[in-house]
């Protein structure tokens, strides 16, 4: 109850806002996770194709979050927000209505360039409405965002039993109404003239060593939350010999995430230092990785029900030491970066910060998938043990990087968020 007295003390842009997110990562996991089998069984493309066609997608999202800073900057937030799920509808919507080549590549573009507009869009709105409650709106958006990541999926998996098609058809159909409602309801806002070029905009951001050394050091961050799609539910299905398994980490993730976040978020604004929640959140984002190793190196399946479950077990505490790491740490990173730079360059800062972040996360995932590759069939043995060292080894040098910035006074400085009444 006390989550959504805080959110309706929010003003309605950031209400607005919140929906918006969960709306979007409803319609995106309820398409992608399925795309490449779609491409590989039912339109019979060979995997060298169907590389391609995710790989464009995450190439556009990833190498354009830089413009949609700017645009963000230079336009306003509200119009790119609303042009980016515009966009998204249009990508998706070609999902479901063409099975060339050159048509899929043009709705992987666009589906790309429509999450490179509207991700650092509506972080910089959400940062400049929340003023000095950013923690706290950025901590709600994270549990809007996680519920999203959970229904996706599932409502995905429904649609299937249908085809592909109902699936994408749905998810434009999402994306449609997110983009109506904002160009109603979402408030314009009056944007500064800018006083100097894209490109100088970029150098001042780029140039600023405190930003990119903050950038540089939760690449680690990125790198183990990436894991809950991709280390986590291996592990999941390998422990108890249950495909289904491995919805439970986000089960576990949700029901954490609507329960704590903002309790979390809200006693630790007002105690200690930004800095010292980040590096201690990606402690324990490290940690998570160690539990499941309990059950990693076992290279037999379970024997019977109960055994899966008590297999199980280590890898679902790792998920939710996961998920606690990133309610900690997440809020006040979101919070941190407009404060590196001018308050008129707040998407420019956005957009860098998750182009670094992407390319972190797919430099990391290629790792723990080679490091996973190295016990063949997943086998027990040392070598099964390997990819979650290494995600704890990138959790405590990520963590020992921010406090390294925090100690030489390299962060910025935030007042502690005042106690909100709730409505």
Not at 73 to 102: E, H, Q, S
Not at 259 to 281: C, E, M, Y
Not at 306 to 333: K, N, S
């Amino acid at each position: 109850m006390n989550t959504w007295n805080e959110i309706r003390g929010f003003p309605l842009a950031i209400r607005l806002l919140l929906v918006n997110q969960l709306g979007v990562n409803t319609g995106f996991y309820l398409l992608v996770p399925y795309l490449a089998t779609h491409l590989g069984d039912d339109l019979g493309m060979s995997a060298a194709f169907v590389g391609i066609v995710l790989g464009v997608r995450n190439l556009s999202q990833q190498g354009l979050f830089l413009i949609g800073g700017s645009a963000a900057d230079r336009l306003g937030a509200r119009g790119v927000i609303i042009a980016g799920c515009a966009i998204r509808t249009v990508g998706f919507a070609l999902f479901a209505l063409g099975d060339g080549l050159l048509v899929l590549l043009a709705a992987s573009v666009l589906s790309g360039l429509a999450g490179a507009l509207f991700n650092p869009a509506v972080r910089t709105y959400l940062a400049q409405e929340a003023g000095e409650r950013r923690a706290e709106a950025f901590a709600l958006f994270n549990v809007f965002a996680t519920t999203g990541a959970l229904i996706g999926p599932l409502l995905g998996s429904a649609l299937l039993l249908v085809d592909f098609r109902a699936s994408a058809l749905t998810a434009a159909g999402i994306f449609a109404l997110l983009t109506v409602a904002q160009a109603l309801v979402l408030p314009a806002r009056q944007v500064p003239p800018a006083t100097g070029s894209v490109t100088a905009d970029w150098r001042e951001a780029v140039g600023n060593r405190a930003f990119l050394a903050f950038a540089l050091a939760m690449v680690g961050m990125f790198t183990l939350e990436n894991q809950l799609y991709l280390l986590l539910p291996a592990g999941a299905r390998h422990a108890t010999g249950w495909d289904g398994a491995a919805g439970l980490v986000f089960l576990v993730g949700t029901i954490a995430g609507i329960a704590f976040q903002l309790r979390i978020t809200r006693a630790l604004s007002r105690r200690g230092t930004r800095g010292r929640w980040i590096a201690a959140g990606l402690v324990l984002m490290g940690l998570a990785f160690v539990p499941p190793m309990l059950v990693a190196g076992t290279g037999t399946p379970p024997d019977g029900p109960l055994d899966a479950t008590l297999r199980a077990l280590p890898v679902l505490a790792g998920a939710l030491l996961l998920h606690l790491g990133v309610m900690v740490a997440q809020p006040f990173v979101m919070e941190l970066i407009p404060g590196f730079g001018r308050k008129e360059l707040t998407g420019t800062y956005f957009g860098i910060f998750y182009a670094v972040s992407g390319i972190a996360a797919a430099v990391g995932n290629a790792a723990v998938g080679r490091a996973m590759d190295a016990a063949p069939g997943g086998g027990g043995g040392p070598a099964a043990l390997l990819p979650w060292a290494c995600c704890l080894a990138a959790g405590l040098v990520s963590a020992g990087a921010v406090t390294w910035l925090h100690r030489n006074g390299t962060l910025p400085t935030t007042r502690p968020v005042p106690v909100a009444v709730a409505a």
